[in-house]
DNA sequence: TCAATGTGTGACATTGGTGTGAGGGTCAAG
DNA sequence: CTTGACCCTCACACCAATGTCACACATTGA
């Protein structure tokens, strides 16, 4: 597909999908007039590189970690090293610490809610 | 306490502090020389802000929401706008949709480091 | 063929969170 | 009284993600 496409399918915007290949993020092949192609894959991976943008990765970051999230997951042992792992343990960890602190507020959020529809309905 | 203190206790940059102020996250009396003044209750609004901001949340959100979340709870009717409701309810779902992607993706990556560590193991 | 739409590159602007430094008060310890 | 640590304000700088615009070429449909 070109990168109309995936920008509609991705709802994102064409800027940032020539974006995040700069960033090393996304991959295309090109049609012989220049444009972009892209495989079908691609459109879960920009779904996942905005999931991972908006809860605060840096490009950088994901850059990293996606390759062990491929779900066509063979271990490419020469990527393995001790820093990775360390990167990729670092990672686990605060991501950990992000769903604990969305979670309390998710649930503050819900029982304020909870709350204020009831004072409504005694009111 | 002052802003030094509570700097340590929070492990945020004073200068961040005042950013906070100037926000409007955060409230701070002043002493009789200029200093700012803090209660000791601002250490956990302050944690609870740079948790907020780690997940993504623009300051102007928090803004709207940290109210509700206040422990000392107590419903103000007045500040219950439609609006607010609507605010809330569409970041309570993006929270959702946060925990769900960093669930995912916090098990990728233990599922990766698991199966490292065996392919380590077995070599 | 013409107009509209899509794509390419490149450059510049903006925004929000953050860093940093200048210049100047405050205060406690020596 | 001086020194050093802390605080104040203000301003400028920085970075990453994103927006926007200009200009050119490609494609497609009337």
Redesign the interface.
């Known amino acids: 597909m070109k990168i109309g496409e995936l920008s509609q399918r991705t709802d994102t915007p064409v800027r940032m999908l020539r974006y995040y290949e700069e960033q090393g993020l996304i991959h295309s092949e090109r049609l012989p007039n220049g444009y972009r192609s892209y495989e079908d894959y691609v459109v879960d991976r920009v779904r ?1 590189v905005r ?2 943008l ?3 990765l840096p490009t950088r970051i994901i850059k990293q ?1 996606l390759p ?2 491929d779900s066509s ?1 063979a ?1 490419y ?1 020469p990527y ?1 090293t001790p820093d990775m ?1 360390a990167t ?2 670092h ?2 960890d605060r ?5 604990e ?3 309390k ?2 649930r ?3 029982d ?2 909870d ?2 529809s009831h ?2 309905r005694a ?1």
Chains 1, 2 share one sequence.
């Open positions: 996942q999931g991972l908006e809860v605060g970690i062990c999230l997951r271990i042992l393995v792992i990729l343990e990672e686990r991501m950990a610490e992000k769903i602190c969305l979670t507020n998710h503050a959020i819900n304020y809610l709350a204020v004072e409504i009111s």
